[in-house]
């Protein structure tokens, strides 16, 4: 097979690669429909990640099964099949309680940006769709397996209600997902912070009702002013930095609520200050598992549509090039085509 | 009159002070019943927070209201009161979203380890009793002025459910009351970390289930070992050092939930490792006035007996007595009788 391998920062090479093969019964192959490259990739693509020895990359697919382990009979060859990043058997206890991404069998995936692909856990990852989805649909499933299941998680564990007023801090896939989520579960107001004009763009049409560029004290003081000097009920911080973690900390009213899913780097949460904000704080890798049938639901009845977050397609084997353009803020997200 | 003054640390001394006026029209001034000293009195009595110039302490209080200002209408002379440490207007935006303690116009008690004391935002922070209380029950309702209303918080911001796994880390009066919270929202378990023999029997009297005795990795490990190896689903925090707070965070399994109630001295949470608990973390200064009706309720009618974590009652103008004998941990908390 053929697949991405990223050899040091700024360098991603298409190569061929061995086959992927059942190494355990609770494995599965499938060929790859569609995949793509993640915010969270360009990382190390920076630097900002050490690489180690070069490594294949990509955790987000949607495809059809190819194979199965002997242990596996919830999906079967030929079928469609949607995955999350980190996979789950979705039986151990902390998959019960609905934090398949912290199942105590976890794997990370990390070798989707591939024509082929070993699902480990494949009985408790993958759900198959009842036909094969028309293709226009392929991307709105690809992104469910993480930037959609993750800003459904950054709402929820920001306990987005209806009638709220919800901040988005972050105008990637992840951020616009995290829009689509909010007004899904009835957000009143959702103020997207963003600087990218087709981002801003994308953030309204998905149901964001105003926009702050202003970012720092300065979108703090922004935000305040939006919502009655209190702050918002709850906020989504979808970057991951230090800057975008206290802006969101300081942008949620009292009482308020930061569901937090971009990978901290060098986040710090100050005690005394989070103390003194009454503000509740939850993240991590989102439970896609959890939402997937739900979300596939949405896709497939065309309720929402978080493929429009692709908006540069590539056949795979330029997936180098996908890298370039989201690192240099001309694509959101880059779809590949096997 | 006469109350309470810090000099300097491990210097209290009992002194004659200005009788409190009626400064605003929203004041009210209470003859004091009972007050006492809190665990968080002792970090500028030990040195480990800045003091400045000599001035009042305490911030616990329950009294007869002998004045009130023009706009006090909710109170009247001669009435039995409970208030709280922190007051509020109890109309404000955060009030009405629960957060009494971060009221638009809190002022923090102060100056309550006296005979008299003035209560700032008197209509919306006292709440009188029906009728006066027999002097038995007066320990316990001066505890829901603060110590049983942050057990209480810590509880509700740990998201305590009927049937769950609970830890309560620290065993001061806070986490005393924390075990009391806990055992009347249904918990199943309680594990109380604990030390000191006589806090250990009255943690178990109040409800819990189990002491540990481990801290640090020993006691993760311990809590892990008690709950299948997947932690807590509450954990209440009752301390605010570090070593408290990171025993709290990894006590809880993932999607479980910290309470922290303990005023952070030095506590920065690593974004990373929380990012990958999954734990829900929320804490802050208890809205005691939220629960104030219920808990004095509860106290009224023998459902709950707070009071017990009194185990040293001196009279008022003892007051350093009563420092001493709890930084020394001879007492769990000192009853000032005026």
Not at 46 to 58: Q, S, V
Request: hydrophobic content about 40%; proline content about 7%.
């Amino acid at each position: 097979m053929r697949g991405a391998v990223i050899h040091a920062p700024g360098d991603v090479r298409f190569e061929t690669l061995d086959d992927p093969k059942i190494l355990k019964p609770t494995d599965a192959i499938i060929r790859t429909a569609v995949t793509c490259v993640c915010g969270s990739d360009l990382w190390p693509y920076r630097g900002l990640e050490p690489i180690g020895a070069p490594h294949p990359m990509g955790h987000e697919y949607v495809g059809f099964v190819e194979e199965v382990g002997s242990e596996v009979n919830s999906v079967r060859p030929g079928q469609f099949v949607v995955g999350s990043f980190a996979t789950s058997d979705n039986t151990c206890a902390n998959c019960l309680g609905g934090f398949q991404s912290n199942c105590l069998h976890r794997e990370f995936m990390g070798t989707c940006q591939a024509d082929h692909i070993r699902i480990p856990n494949a009985q408790g990852t993958l759900v198959a769709t009842d036909e094969q989805p028309p293709e226009e649909l392929w991307p709105g499933l690809l992104a469910v397996s993480d930037v959609m299941g993750t800003g459904w998680w950054a709402a929820d564990a920001a306990e987005v209600e209806p009638g709220s007023t919800v901040v988005v801090v972050g105008d990637g896939a992840v951020g616009l997902c995290g829009v689509i989520a909010a007004k899904e579960m009835g957000a009143e107001r959702i103020i997207a912070m963003s600087r990218h004009e087709p981002r801003q763009k994308l953030a309204l049409e998905y149901g964001a009702t105003d926009i702050v560029t202003e970012r720092g004290e300065e979108g703090v003081a922004r935000i305040k002013d939006l919502t009655d000097g209190i702050g918002a009920d709850s906020v989504l911080e979808c970057v991951g930095t230090a800057q975008a973690m206290q802006q969101a900390l300081r942008s949620a009213r009292p009482g308020g609520n930061v569901g937090f899913v971009g990978v901290p780097h060098d986040v710090a949460v100050d005690g005394e200050e989070l103390f003194y904000s009454h503000v509740g704080l939850r993240g991590g890798p989102a439970p896609v598992r959890r939402y997937l049938p739900d979300l596939i639901d949405r896709v497939l009845s065309g309720r929402i549509d978080p493929g429009r977050v692709f908006d540069l397609t590539l056949p795979l084997e330029q997936v180098a090039d996908g890298y370039k353009a989201m690192d240099e803020r001309r694509a959101i997200k880059a779809l590949l085509t096997p």
